[in-house]
């Protein structure tokens, strides 16, 4: 059961563009929301994050939209650099479960 | 200040043989997870671990096993491995209180022959 899902397994994207990268979930229980960025060979690392009371979270070029009726959030990159060729992964966690469940990942590639 | 450091970062094993991995995390973090990435299948909750005690489990066979210790620093092993065991092993620390924001290691590649 794939709690969380990323649908498009990859995104090309203009250099100064914009890049949004989308994450469904069916648990109305999850508190907050976060997305990863992971390059080849390397862990992912934290980008941002938004709690399940918030519907925007914004960190520089990066914004995180949360649709909780539609259990839908997005990762807006504006504008996109060559840089962000990564793959972003969205996670979910619930207080008290000290468990996240992650995406199976979104590959964006920026296009010079 | 150190990231999260994992050992060793490729291993080739057969099937049947176990394997132990390595983890330390961010000194003052107290929580450890662990996750298996799979391609198609994203990052795998294994179990997670805070102050020496398995706090969460994942939906994995009981090959998979883990262990803190005192000073943090976690082990995985996979007993009886098998070729779908291959995979990229991540493991991640957090303060493990109210903060949910895990930061990761470069992972182990492990193959299974």
């Known amino acids: 059961d794939q709690q969380v899902k990323q649908n498009s397994p990859s995104l090309s994207v203009q250099e100064g563009r914009i890049s949004i990268l989308n994450c469904d979930y069916t648990?109305?229980?999850?508190?907050?929301f976060l997305w990863y960025k992971k390059y080849p060979a390397e862990g992912p690392t934290f980008l941002i994050s938004?709690?399940?009371?918030?519907d925007k979270n914004e960190d520089g070029r990066f914004t995180v939209f949360l649709n909780k009726s539609a259990k839908h959030l997005s990762l807006h990159i504006v504008p996109s650099q060559p840089g962000d060729s990564a793959v972003y992964f969205c996670?979910?966690?619930?207080?008290?479960?000290?468990?996240?469940?992650f995406g199976t990942g979104t590959r964006l590639k920026v296009l010079a | 200040k150190a990231g999260v450091t994992q050992t060793p970062r490729y291993l080739i094993k057969t099937r049947g043989q176990q394997v132990t991995l390595s983890c330390s995390p961010i000194?003052?973090?107290?929580?450890v997870s662990w996750y298996q990435q799979t391609p198609g299948q994203g990052l795998q909750f294994l179990f997670e671990?805070?102050?020496?005690?398995?706090?969460n489990k994942g939906n994995f066979p009981g090959r998979f096993s883990g262990r803190q210790f005192s000073n943090s620093r976690s082990e995985m092993n996979v007993s009886t491995l098998e070729l779908g065991d291959s995979a990229l092993y991540l493991c991640?620390?957090?303060?493990?209180?109210?903060?949910?924001?895990?930061?990761f290691g470069p992972g182990t590649r492990l193959t299974v022959l």
């Open positions: 938004i709690s399940s009371i918030k």
């Open positions: 996670a979910a966690w619930t207080s008290g479960t000290y468990k996240y469940i």
């Open positions: 648990n109305s229980m999850f508190d907050y």
């Open positions: 991640a620390s957090s303060l493990g209180g109210t903060s949910n924001e895990q930061f």
């Open positions: 000194s003052g973090h107290r929580s």
């Open positions: 671990y805070f102050s020496e005690t398995q706090r």
